[in-house]
């Protein structure tokens, strides 16, 4: 079946993104065990829960300094927090305007009330975007909506809204786990690993998906 819609995520397929980087911040701000942090926060829902916008920033900082035991300022905690956001390279965003000229195209992003603006200033800084409504018919953020990958329901939430077909429908995304709930709800699945390939070679010259990401989404 022809694929006539493509759903995007934001981060490692057109955001480049270092978790590492973040990690090493927080460390410096003097939580060498890290991964305690991570590890409690998990099974805090921390990090779900401030994705889903169930919890204010503030909120969010004021649990990683409880995790944390230590006094840390909100700027501090932002800084580091978002330390693994990169850069946004222009021929994905050129990219993203060529695609659009074929096919429907939606962003489904897990990113949350400290990350968002952040990204939203480096494109305004950089292109003089301020926003994405120029390169997607629609965006769905899961601190807006509620929900994430790689639960179904956000794709399930997609398709209602736009009327989409699940069969003529793509998603892209660099973590694999997330594939699971775009599958659930019939939309075929590519994953886009990124140690040997980025979002730009997908697409043939003509911004046309190429055969062979089609027969690997199955």
Known sequence: MTIRNIIFDLGGVLLNIDYQATIKAFKDLGITD??????????????DDFDKGKISPEEFRNKVRRIAGLPLTSEAIDQAWNAMLLDFPWPRLDLLQGVRANYRTFLLSNTNAIHFP????YLHREYGFDNLDAFFEKQYLSHEIGMHKPDRE?????????????QETLFIDDSQQHLAGAQAAGIKAFWLDTSSMQVTDLFTWKYQLRPEVLEASG
């Open 34 to 47: 890290f991964d305690r942090l991570y590890t409690q926060a998990g099974q805090d829902n921390l990090f």
């Open 118 to 121: 952040l990204f939203r200033e």
């Open 154 to 166: 956000p794709f399930d939430l997609i398709i209602r809204e736009n009327d989409l077909v699940p």
